[in-house]
């Protein structure tokens, strides 16, 4: 089946189904949809996420941090390189990318400040 016969199929789908509900019904789901926060909640599922939040909150919150700093390091590493005109592969990019130790990158990025090539920077190609 194409694609387009697909999407035709489940607009059908679609219709037909809200044609069957009641109208207050149909007005609800169509809210609901348009913003994932207007959906009703039962307090049994409120104190589950609530429970969640207390276990698992400053957890997740660290590593997202933890990623965000990582993130911005190697991207500082990159544009820094960049602005020193030290043009830099894909390979070398994708190993700043992929390195996940802040301290790395800041060593990377001192040693940028003072490089004239990148194997300067990064040590000669294995």
Same mark, same amino acid.
């Given at each position: ?39 009703? /909640?039962?307090? $049994?599922?409120?104190? =589950?996420?609530?429970?969640?939040? @207390?276990?698992?909150? &400053?957890?997740? +919150? *660290? !590593? ?5 700093? /990582?993130?911005? $390091?190697?991207?500082? =590493?990159?544009?820094?390189?960049? @602005?020193?005109?030290? &043009?830099?592969? +894909? *390979? !070398? ?18 040693? @940028? ?14």
């Amino acid at each position: 089946m194409s694609t387009a016969t697909c999407v035709a199929w489940r607009r059908t789908l679609i219709r037909y189904i809200l044609g069957m509900l009641h109208e207050r019904l149909v007005k609800i789901i169509q809210e609901v949809s348009m913003d994932s926060h207007k959906i009703p /909640v039962s307090p $049994a599922l409120q104190r =589950l996420g609530e429970e969640f939040q @207390a276990l698992y909150g &400053a957890k997740l +919150e *660290a !590593r997202g941090e933890a990623r965000g700093e /990582v993130r911005g $390091a190697a991207n500082t =590493l990159l544009k820094f390189l960049a @602005a020193r005109g030290l &043009a830099i592969d +894909e *390979a !070398r990019r994708a190993e700043v990318l992929a390195c996940q130790e802040v301290a790395q990158l800041d060593r990377w990025v001192v040693q @940028a400040a003072v490089a004239n090539t990148l194997d300067d920077v990064f040590g000669p190609r294995a």
